[in-house]
């Protein structure tokens, strides 16, 4: 392989002749071979809208020469077009800042850039990565900024996948609105629901997951950049924040708008654990369904069996005829990995020291990892799972007919202390609630059939 020397203040390195990378990314290469993960697209994507509209501020507020400014642009529209995406090398696990990153960034548009003006990759006179692409601007702003953006690209698509779960949920509600059930509390059982409302639950859950993850969102809007190092802006125009801010409104369709304190914004990164958290919420929710569904379809014989799902996949390589419930322990996996990823977020984000907060790198790939799961996990519970579910009504009759704790109806009549009484016996003499109450002689037949009514039981009224 054919090598540049490139320089920085540390000294000289080679760095690969077809790079568009230079000596600070090639540091990194060599410094952190850690886990082989790189910048997921959505944060090269969100770092390169950064540097175009730093350069276009710039150039308005005239700092920047025009022609360098609109090279720098239209490098930087390149990697927006795909282009030089394996120039984005550096591994997840960096220095705390993202000062890789950022230096991978500016190096790439700096290099791209300098090709465009007739120049060659690695000599930085026409446009240099430091002074021209991070004219005004610290990694400390650029990379709490560029967090912001990827995660609010990817929130859409795990709130449409959200969405189309909580619809095919609500379908299922509707279907099975008529199916009664014996309900259960302390995994004993309890008065009757019907299907529809145990399935609706479950549609309100995600619901409420997913609203708090919209809302957590909001305090995404608040950008860092024009903080420079430590809040105070030094080296920026005073406008330059305000103004990129503007500019990546516009090429985004967010409202974007400069941080209040920026100080807070470079010292903390409490909106990423905020969104963190608000997915975590989500996960139990997903966590809640999926394993009520598991048990429910537990069986088919031997188990409460209620549900039945449908048959992906074979279950077992030596028990034949075997079927699973494969997308619940799919969907609970991606949950556990949810909860470790927050509990993750939720630390780095504890570990503040001043004027900076040094987790960044790592507290965005698990946000975005958690966003990117729940999304795809979201879509193929809904498409392999919910749209294929099906009561099996005989075994729900069987289960609610044995249901003792319809004597809750007759308390109302003959006391709770009687009504107990009767459950009892039905219990321990292995007697329907029917026969334990007409042999108690506090109710007859026409009672128990006018009182005892499950259907009513799951639409109680005043009377």
């Known amino acids: ?15 690969p002749a077809h790079a568009y990378y230079g000596v600070q990314t090639q540091r990194a290469l060599e410094n952190f071979p850690i886990s082989g993960l790189t910048a997921p697209p959505e944060l090269v994507t969100a770092t390169v809208l950064i540097k175009k509209a730093a350069a276009e501020t710039n150039r ?27 120039q984005f090398v550096v591994d997840v696990y960096q220095a705390g800042a993202g000062t890789s990153h950022n230096m991978n960034t500016n190096e790439v548009l700096a290099n791209r850039a300098a090709e465009l003006l007739g120049g060659t990759r690695g000599g930085y006179s026409r446009v240099h990565p430091n ?3 991070n004219m005004g601007q610290s990694t400390n702003d650029v990379f709490p900024t560029a967090t912001r953006l990827a995660l609010l690209a990817m929130l859409p698509d795990l709130l449409a996948a959200g969405h189309e779960l909580t619809e095919g949920l609500e379908e299922k509600s509707r279907e099975f609105s008529h199916v009664l059930k014996t309900g259960r509390t302390h995994l004993q059982d309890a008065t009757p629901v019907t299907l529809g409302q145990e399935i609706g639950a479950w549609a309100s859950q995600v619901t409420f997951g997913l609203q708090a993850v919209r809302h957590a969102s909001e305090g995404l809007l608040d950008l860092a950049i024009g903080g420079t190092a430590v809040g105070t802006g030094l080296n920026a125009h005073p406008a330059f924040g305000g103004m990129v801010a503007s500019r990546l409104s516009a090429l985004t369709g967010h409202a974007f708008r400069e941080a209040p304190d920026r100080f807070f914004a470079l010292a903390a ?39 039945v799902l449908p048959a992906n996949e074979p279950g077992s390589s030596i028990m034949p005829g075997k079927v699973n419930p494969t ?48 999304a795809d996990a979201c879509l193929s519970f809904t498409e392999h799972c919910v749209a294929g579910l099906q009561p099996d009504e005989a075994r729900i009759t069987e289960h609610l007919e044995r249901n003792l704790m319809l004597v809750t109806a007759l308390a109302p009549h003959i006391g709770y202390d009687n009504a107990a ?9 292995g007697l329907t609630l029917r026969e334990a109450a007409l042999a108690s002689g506090l109710v007859t037949d026409d009672q128990f059939n006018t009182w005892v009514d499950p259907l009513a039981m799951t639409r109680p009224t005043a009377d």
């Not at 392989?1 to 000294?11: C, N, S, T, Y």
């Not at 308005?60 to 239209?74: F, K, M, N, S, V």
């Not at 470790?340 to 965005?364: C, E, H, I, T």
């Open 1 to 15: 392989m054919k090598h540049r020397v490139e320089k920085d203040p540390l000294g000289q390195v080679r760095v």
């Open 60 to 86: 308005d507020l005239g700092r920047l020469d025009g022609t360098i400014a609109d090279a720098i642009g239209t490098a930087a529209d390149e990697v927006l077009a795909g282009g030089l995406r394996d």
């Open 131 to 133: 002074d021209h692409v």
């Open 269 to 307: 990164h409490d909106a990423l654990v905020q969104v963190s958290a608000a997915l975590r919420t989500l996960a139990g929710g997903l966590m809640k369904m999926a394993n009520d569904i598991r048990w429910l379809a537990s069986g088919p014989r031997c188990g409460i069996g209620e549900l």
């Open 327 to 374: 997308q619940s322990e799919a969907l609970t996996m991606v949950c556990v990995q949810v909860f470790g990823n927050d509990a993750a977020v939720a630390f780095a984000g504890s570990q503040g020291n001043f004027q900076l907060n040094v987790y960044k790198p790592v507290m965005l790939h698990n946000v975005l990892e958690s966003t990117e799961l729940l």
């Open 421 to 429: 009484s009767i459950a009892k016996t039905a219990h321990r003499d």
